[in-house]
């Protein structure tokens, strides 16, 4: 049985669990080519009550319905974000909206980071591609309440230069006290405009040094990056207890029902999206 067959967190869904709200965007902007950043309020300014980890199903009306992973964190109040990539007709016709359009929510949804856990340890983030949206909600997080955290290690990968997200947001935690932060990126094309680190994220795992009993460390990111960074997380001593990971799966109810994401007996969207390597790393397709 899912272990958490609808949500953990406050948001108060009166109706159904199937019925979306009506949401207005408050702000969309372009984060790169591919992706942009909607910001989003619900009716009467209510919180979405999520925690860093979870995701909402968006709906348009004639496009369908998609899982998308809140990329803000509950501490920012009076709205939350999604960082969408345009990759499908959905995704398309958000790309289209604009501020004052509306869109539909159900949710929060998924089992969240494990913040209890976490709190008084050294946290390790590492992400790619498009990875660093859902956590950037558990970056925020930390930002907001660094008394709750020990050092925080910011780890992230992109293809190129331009598909960099969050640029500015990067450059403040480069510079902040609270954070270590490194990114590299896969290939540099001829003439970009470039200075950082060149190689696979995994390639930033070796020079840290890390004390091991107090860390835990978060993967998100596309599957190819998981077993190589999960690897080095264990080189450097990090058992698979101390090690979570947010997988993607094709979900559609989004509350452990229609089986769309089944993996072996575990639920994608109500046990996952985030789990403990340790409860998944011996059932079969879940890395």
């Not at 919180?47 to 998609?66: D, I, K, N, T």
């Not at 509306?102 to 709190?119: A, H, V």
């Not at 996952?272 to 059932?283: D, H, I, R, Y």
């Amino acid at each position: 049985m899912p272990r958490n067959p609808s949500s953990n967190s406050g948001h108060t869904r009166a109706d159904s669990l199937y019925i979306p709200a009506t949401c207005r965007i408050e702000a969309v902007s372009e984060l790169t080519p591919q992706e942009k950043l909607f910001r989003v309020s619900l009716p009467d300014g209510r919180p979405l009550g999520h925690r860093p980890g979870q995701f909402v199903q968006v709906s348009l009306l004639g496009w369908g319905e998609a899982p998308i992973s809140v990329a803000s964190s509950p501490t920012r109040e009076g709205y939350f974000e999604l960082g969408v990539r345009q990759a499908g007709t959905l995704t398309s016709a958000m790309h289209r909206l604009e501020p004052g359009d509306t869109l539909g929510i159900r949710g929060p949804f998924g089992n969240p980071f494990d913040l209890e856990r976490m709190s008084g340890r050294d946290l390790l983030l590492i992400s790619g591609g498009c990875g660093l949206a859902p956590l950037r909600s558990l970056i925020q997080y930390c930002e907001d309440r660094p008394e709750q955290f020990g050092r925080v290690c910011i780890l992230y990968g992109a293809k190129s230069p331009a598909d960099i997200l969050f640029k500015e947001e990067i450059r403040t935690w480069e510079a902040s006290a609270s954070f270590a932060c490194a990114t590299t990126v896969d290939n540099l094309p001829g003439g970009a405009c470039y200075e950082g680190q060149v190689g696979q994220v995994t390639r930033l795992i070796p020079p840290l040094e890390i004390d091991a009993p107090r860390t835990l460390a978060a993967i998100v990111g596309p599957p190819v990056m998981y077993r190589p960074v999960i690897d080095e997380l264990k080189q450097k001593g990090l058992t698979e207890a101390q090690i979570a990971i947010s997988l993607e799966r094709h979900m559609r109810c989004g509350v452990g029902k229609c089986g769309h994401c089944t993996i072996e007996h575990l639920y994608c969207c109500s046990d996952g999206p985030v789990f403990w390597l340790s409860e998944v790393s011996g059932l079969r397709g879940a890395l």
